[in-house]
């Protein structure tokens, strides 16, 4: 079925703005492998994982995105949708119970009621579109679409063959007469019903309550062979009634629209995700839409946080750190240093996230943001060695980044995180220097965390920020990511850890030495 409307789809306003996939392995390493399957969680019908995977490649087709979901902040229109997708839900619910039954009339039953709901849910949700003001273009697109398909031939001839068979059902009256093992089956001929008078004459002998000895239906939908024996019975005494019944679901076979199927799947991109962040900004933190571009380079947000951690400390959400970052003019990579465990990480995924989240045209966790919107992104985290590849540390750092950044383009961003952490502090500078070379020399953006200070200032693409500190307490760590030059010590923390020689490691130490002596 179909009707007139330009109305494609919900998500891409256009067909070629679904053309890449992006490889899901860069999800372990931002955490969005815990948003994402969080945002999908009790959806698994709708499949929504591709959708994850399909960045947009350009910026009508992110504002697109960014206009359905201000329509869904609407109650009315959020509730409505809601309920369409519920009855959806209990359609499909109907469909598969028909496909398990065995009996053929009981199996079409359940088609029809199917195709009632399917009706119910079009019908009601075409009105409350009608009812409330949508501003985006995917909202005015789908209502027009579906203002002209309620009124098609085809859907009008649905919902009324509906009405007509399940009005013929609904009037079918008969009397099962059970002698010892003989059923005998005949249509209601007005027979009275004596069984109000005869619990009124043996109501006055009651002095308790009885137990009840009658016998219940089985709630399970399969017939057994004597329901199965009675419905044929049943049939053969109103052929005109079962009839009609065959021939609709014969006609209606494919009454679902492909375009109203495909609108309910897409729509839960947008409300599994509104779902998935509204406790969070219950619980005080922001989201904003932000302002991107394919041109300007310009990055900065306010008050930006990992959603995969703010996820995690659920109710205490509002705890998370929350940073700012900026670049301008020549500006492209942010080299972060600092003591170990000082947000350092937490800070290159907000990063990572900030920008993939916005390539799907979510609402990013920040209260101000405007991002470069990427062709890729790319990330390269430290991983435990693969015994398969017969390769060390090192070189498998080496050889990823060196994939990663053959691939990418001035239109990327890369996160590297913690990069050659397993070689000497001469042969990271000179690794580190090279790759940083490479990244700006491509013009690409992109967060570095490195334990090598002086790379933050290899150049005036480079920007420093550091992992802060309390300054009367050094080793108690702010977690906030601010704007400044090195500090020298990010590689001396490191290695004082390394050897058991950091403060926290020393008055540890110290502590048991004096309790040991007193």
Partial sequence: MSSAGSFRSILFDRPAAAVRREDPSLFGDLNLDQVFAAVAAGRDEYDLAPFFAT????????????????????????????EF??????MRKYLAQAAKLRNSYQKERW?????????QAVGTLAGALAAVEVGSRGFTAFRDYLHGYTRSAAFAGLAADVDKVTGALAAVSYCITIRGNKVRVARYEGEA????????TFAKFARSAAKDYRAGFRALPDMDHVETRILALVARLFPDAFAALDDFCARHASYLDDTIRVFDREVQFYTAYAD??????????????????????????????DLALAAKLMPR???????????????????????????????????????????????VPARQASLFLPDRVFTHFEREEDLATLRGKLEDELVRIRQVLEQATGGSVVVMNESFASTTLRDAASVGEQVLNRMTDLDLLGVYVTFVDELASLSKACVSMVGAVVPDNPAERT???????????AYAAAIAGKYGLSYAQLTERLTARREEAG
């Fill in 55 to 82: 960045p947009l490649a350009d910026v009508p087709a992110v504002q697109y995105r960014h206009e359905v979901q201000r329509d869904l902040a609407d109650e009315a229109l959020r509730k409505a949708v809601a």
């Fill in 85 to 90: 997708a519920a009855r959806m839900r209990d």
């Fill in 111 to 119: 088609f029809l009621d199917a195709a009632g709901i399917y009706c």
């Fill in 193 to 200: 019903d004596y069984s109000e008078q005869v619990q009124q």
């Fill in 276 to 305: 998935f962040i509204a406790p969070m900004k219950a619980a005080g933190l922001d989201f904003c839409y932000p302002a991107v571009s394919k041109d300007a380079k310009q990055v900065s947000a306010r008050d930006t946080f």
């Fill in 317 to 363: 959400a509002a705890t998370v750190v929350r940073n700012d970052f900026e670049l301008t003019g020549h500006e492209r990579i942010i080299v972060v240093t600092g003591p170990n465990h000082g947000g350092k990480t937490t800070f290159a995924r907000a990063f990572g996230q900030l920008h993939y989240l916005a390539s799907l045209g979510y609402p």
């Fill in 479 to 489: 977690f906030k990511i601010v704007r400044k030059p090195a500090d020298g010590l």
